[in-house]
């Protein structure tokens, strides 16, 4: 008989949604406390208050207002466009040389020492390097981006593709599928979960890179504006810029994770 | 038109119809640290269309290997492995397997399993759907089309093994010790179908199992394989008429029978 997995009652799953904000919470409460307490200079630790009228003022003010007014959403589409440009391209490499990897030796023995070697360099080396090649601005930032996204896409691929059981892929092959079916309709979908976890690591590094690529003085972007803030002493400014790339950080990985499901059946069923 | 194959009684039904799988001589070794390991010499017997064979013996025996060999999963190193009269060049399928683990596609729902192997065909979306529910409906399974192998039973997920290669009309259908990891009643259950199946298809079975019991209750010949190295030591017809219990004084005998010949080898 089919088994159903107990769903909690209404009430309990309400409450569950709300679990996912307990933490921040905390986290404000105790911020508040610390500024009302004053257990921290003002001008070093701007209080709740202030750093919320200061994001308001930068997601919806007047541009004419200040020099951060009203740029939020120009600043957000273009970090979006280096994130997801890096992103794609380090999927377009890291994914098919990470399945291939996995599933021939030769090409294991090929890339592994080099790829691994490679991997082994801080992202942040390339820094001066891509500032040379490619000069300050959005290729350095998408260079680095996907450079850093590379790593943990194609070795997750890897071993999804390396650790996927054999006997489905003889069922595929007694059940007549030819070469191109067995990769595209057993081999990726049996890997799918590796595969998944590979591109949110991706995904989440990328912003990380996305900010070191800004910091080195583009005139737009989250991480220009952090590094902007600093020079003119508004930590208030530095604080809203990083707590709109958490929230843009984990928005992008829901988008993947829902995208990746609404696209294929693997993903959306994991066993 | 299949009916008149079919013989009422004891009387294998498969008598006089062609050869459908016919091995000479195979042999496989298998290259192991300092030397070579011998899975079996000289194996040489041959299946009848419709025909249901059974090849039992003590693990190690080399009988998965032999299944392994026909599927063309793995290759034969000396001797000839012909499906209706072709040799055997890789996996394909005209051989298909039930496999003893569960080999299904956990992504895929019962419907979608049993389907797969049908889209290369180029049969019509709704054809392929018929064939589907047909073929669901033979294994018991027609109310469960939607669900995914995760949320059914081990032995429902045999049945969809099952129904996913006899939609696709496998000359020779192989099975692995299929119904080894079910409880008791599950497995009763998987022989009576597994039977009913083979009468209803006209299908030819090549059946591997280490339970003795197993195999007389299924088959109309019983191999004998001794290790190692893997030889037939004994074919065995099994004259008795079905449906067969397990408790039946000839049934016994025949076990004891066997039993005797894999202990002393005589």
Redesign the interface.
């Known amino acids: 008989m089919p088994v159903f997995s107990q769903s909690p009652p209404n009430a309990k799953k309400g409450a569950r949604l709300l679990l996912p904000l307990a933490l921040p919470l905390i986290v404000i409460i105790a911020w508040f406390a610390v500024c009302t307490l004053n257990l921290a200079p003002e001008y070093l630790f701007p209080g709740p208050a202030q750093v919320g009228a200061t994001g308001y003022n930068y997601i919806f003010g007047d541009p004419v207002q200040g020099p951060y007014s009203g740029r939020f959403l120009e600043d957000a589409i273009t970090s979006l466009g280096r994130v997801f440009g890096g992103f794609l391209l380090a999927v377009a490499v890291g994914l098919p040389l990470g399945v291939l990897s996995g599933r021939i030796s030769i090409a294991q023995e090929l890339m592994g020492t080099f790829i691994n070697a490679l991997r082994a360099v801080p992202g942040i080396c390339w820094l001066p390097l891509a500032l040379v090649w490619f000069g300050i601005g959005t290729k350095t930032t998408i260079f680095l981006v996907a450079l850093a996204a590379f790593f943990p896409i194609y070795i997750n691929s890897a071993a999804g593709a390396r650790q996927v059981n054999p006997l489905l892929l003889q069922a595929g092959a007694m059940m007549g599928v030819n070469r191109l079916r067995a990769v595209f309709g057993i081999l990726l979908p049996a890997a799918m979960g590796h595969i998944v976890s590979g591109l949110r690591l991706g995904l989440g590094i990328a912003w990380a890179y996305l900010v070191l690529g800004e910091l080195t003085g583009v005139q737009r972007g989250l991480g220009a504006v952090i590094m902007d803030a600093r020079m003119l002493g508004r930590i208030d400014m530095i604080v809203v810029g990083i707590i709109l790339i958490a929230i843009m950080g984990r928005a992008s990985d829901r988008f993947l994770t829902g995208g990746m499901r609404s696209l294929f059946k693997s993903a959306r069923r994991a066993p | 038109m299949k009916a008149n194959l079919k013989l009422i009684g004891g009387l294998p039904r498969a008598e006089k119809s062609p050869k459908v799988l016919d091995l000479t001589a195979v042999s496989k070794v298998f290259p192991i640290s300092g030397g070579f390991f011998t899975a079996f010499e000289n194996l040489t017997f041959s299946a009848r269309t419709g025909e249901f064979l059974a090849v039992t013996g003590p693990s190690g025996c080399g009988k998965s290997t032999l299944l392994k060999i026909i ?3 793995l290759k034969a190193d000396a001797g000839k492995v012909l499906i209706s009269g072709s040799p055997v060049k ?4 005209d ?3 039930v ?1 003893q ?1 569960d ?6 729902t019962v419907e979608e399993n049993v389907a ?2 049908l889209f ?1 065909r180029g049969l019509v979306k709704k054809k392929i759907k018929e064939r589907v529910a047909h073929f669901l409906e033979l294994v018991g399974l027609a109310p ?1 089309g939607r ?7 081990g032995g429902m997920r045999q049945r969809v093994a099952l129904a ?2 006899l939609v ?1 009309e496998p000359l020779v259908l192989l099975m692995d010790e299929p119904f080894a990891s079910l409880d008791m009643q599950t497995r009763q259950e998987m022989q009576d179908l597994t039977v009913s199946l083979w009468k209803e298809l006209d299908q030819t079975i090549v059946f591997v199992t280490h339970d003795v019991v197993e195999a007389c209750s299924l088959a109309d010949r019983v191999l004998i394989m001794k290790g190692a190295p893997g030889r037939i030591q004994d074919d065995i017809p099994v004259n008795l008429p079905r449906p067969r219990s397990v408790d039946s004084p000839a049934l016994l005998r025949l076990k004891a029978k066997i039993r005797q010949k894999l202990a002393t080898g005589l």
């Open positions: 599927a063309g999963f890789g996996p394909g399928a051989r298909c397997m496999f683990e080999a299904l596609f956990p992504w895929l797969f192997g290369r469960f669900y995914l192998p995760g949320e059914i039973s996913r290669v696709l």
